[in-house]
């Protein structure tokens, strides 16, 4: 069973900050790939931010660029998501994707690879 586990997910007022934090198995594998994605009821389950652990590379959806940081600690296998300037739009279930496959730029934002936590949920009023 892969063990993969978030937090720091809340209520905020726009314009306001959260970070999230995401702890995968660190005894028995290196993930290769971690990320969040986020999903609005109703709505398909979409990209947000991955970073690849061998070159450090970041990936951003449009939306949030500027705006969210993503960072690991890849001896721990832990992975942050500090969101800024937060906005109405970005009130979703935040859920942690950790993968070895799917992990090249074409691949990264792509929902049917990895593991999934149990999400977190942000909410952002006006």
């Known amino acids: 069973q892969v063990q993969v586990v978030e937090s720091g997910g809340g209520l905020v007022q726009a314009g306001g900050s959260l970070r999230l934090s995401c702890a995968a198995s660190?005894?028995?594998?290196?993930?290769?790939?971690m990320g969040w994605f986020r999903q609005a009821p109703g709505k398909e389950r979409e990209f947000v931010a991955a970073?690849?652990?061998?070159?450090?590379?970041?990936y951003y959806a449009d939306s949030v660029k500027g705006r969210f940081t993503i960072s690991r600690d890849n001896a721990d296998n832990t992975v942050y998501l500090q969101m800024n300037n937060l906005k109405p739009e970005d009130t979703a279930v935040y859920y942690c994707n950790v993968r070895a496959t799917g992990t090249l730029a074409t691949d990264i934002g792509n929902v049917k690879y990895g593991y999934w936590g149990q999400g977190t949920q942000v909410t952002v009023s006006s």
């Open positions: 660190r005894r028995t594998f290196r993930w290769p790939a």
């Open positions: 970073i690849r652990r061998s070159d450090g590379s970041t």
